[in-house]
C-alpha cells in the first residue's frame, strides 16, 4: 500500500465505501448449531445425534459470557446472510482504516 500512489489510495477508498453492505443488514455474533435430546427413553434422539438442527445466535461481550438467542428456522438464512455482511464491513472498514493511516503518513488531506 505505501507504494501506490496517492491518487490511486483515494480512489480505491471510495470504491470500498461502495462494498459496505446495508449498515441495518448487519448483525455481530456466530451461528451455533446445536442438536438436543429431549429424554423421552423411546426416542429415536436417544441413540443418534438429537433433535436439530437448532440454531441459536451466540454473542460475546467483555467480562460476560456469551449471549445465546435461539435463531427459528424461517430466520436461519437472513441471520446467516447478516452475520457474513458483518464480517465483510469489518474487512472493508480495516482497508479504509490502512488507507487513511497511510494518507496521514504521507502528511495528505484525509
Sequence with gaps: MTKRPTYALKK?????????????????????????????????????????????LSVSYPRLRPQMDYVPQEFHAQTKKFLANYQRAREVLEEICEINRELLRRREAL
Design 12 to 56: 480505491r477508498r471510495q470504491a470500498l465505501r461502495h462494498k459496505l453492505p446495508s449498515l441495518v443488514a448487519i448483525l455481530r455474533g456466530s451461528l451455533i448449531e446445536r442438536y438436543k435430546r429431549c429424554g423421552k427413553p423411546g426416542c429415536k434422539c436417544a441413540k443418534g445425534r438429537g433433535h436439530g438442527p437448532k440454531y441459536y
